[in-house]
């Protein structure tokens, strides 16, 4: 199964910040890279697919870059709602894998 | 908008069965891809298995292979999770998520997803 390492696992940040978290592949999946945001006991909603592509109704500050093994999630002012924990996920080989996860706080 | 209601908390023996029910609405559930992800506590994410209900079609994450089936009644819009000889490791909170049947291949991501069934496995 492809690995998939973020980093940092946790990370403290203010209103109005700007936030970059790092997810990579253990090998190359072009841009078949997804992000999700997930809040204590709710499910993951997904942010971002193919890499860069803002999934629908999720804001602008949102946004994703990268391709082959290292992908970067941004999130350009942070405002209180997105304190989650960010997941990214593969979609390269028939088994989905996800990272770790990211926890984004206060 | 595809929208998925999954069945209630389950607590299992060790070596039991549990089988956990997603229903879906509002969506075309014979040609979406119905697959499930489960979440032990204060863990990642771990993908399961899928079925095309139209066609019957599973595939399975080999972690899994022998000891989950994956079901669907394309009646009732209704998809199956049956995971066998529980553990304690199994303990978990497991979702059902939908994609169009076009994103097979999840290169759109996993965009629908179910709130999620706790199983508790503890003797």
């Known amino acids: 199964d492809i690995q998939m390492t973020q980093s940092p696992s946790s990370l403290s940040a203010s209103v109005g910040d700007r936030v970059t978290i790092s997810c990579r592949a253990s090998?190359?999946?072009?841009?078949?890279l997804h992000w999700y945001q997930q809040k204590p006991g709710k499910a993951p909603k997904l942010l971002i697919y193919?890499?860069?592509n803002l999934q629908s109704g999720v804001p602008s500050r949102v946004s994703g870059s990268g391709s082959g093994t290292d992908f970067t999630l941004t999130i350009s002012s942070l405002q209180p709602e997105d304190f989650a924990t960010y997941f990214c996920?593969?979609?390269?080989?028939?088994?989905?894998?996800f990272g770790q996860g990211t926890k984004l706080e206060i | 908008q595809v929208q998925l209601v999954q069945s209630g908390a389950e607590v299992k023996k060790p070596g039991s069965s549990v089988k956990v029910s997603c229903k879906a609405s509002g969506g075309t559930f014979s040609n979406d891809n119905m697959g499930w992800v489960r979440q032990a506590p204060g863990q990642g994410l771990e993908w399961m298995g899928k079925i095309i209900p139209i066609l019957g079609l599973t595939n399975y994450a080999q972690k899994f292979q022998g000891r989950v089936t994956i079901s669907a009644d394309r009646s009732t819009s209704t998809g199956y999770m049956e995971l066998r000889s529980l553990r304690s490791e199994d303990t978990a909170v497991y979702y059902c998520?939908?994609?169009?049947?076009?994103?097979?291949?999840?290169?759109?991501?996993?965009?629908?997803w179910g709130q999620g069934t706790a199983v508790t496995v503890s003797s």
């Open positions: 090998q190359n999946i072009d841009t078949h």
């Open positions: 996920q593969q979609s390269h080989s028939g088994t989905p894998t």
């Open positions: 998520v939908s994609t169009a049947g076009t994103n097979y291949y999840y290169h759109k991501g996993m965009d629908v």
């Open positions: 193919g890499a860069s």
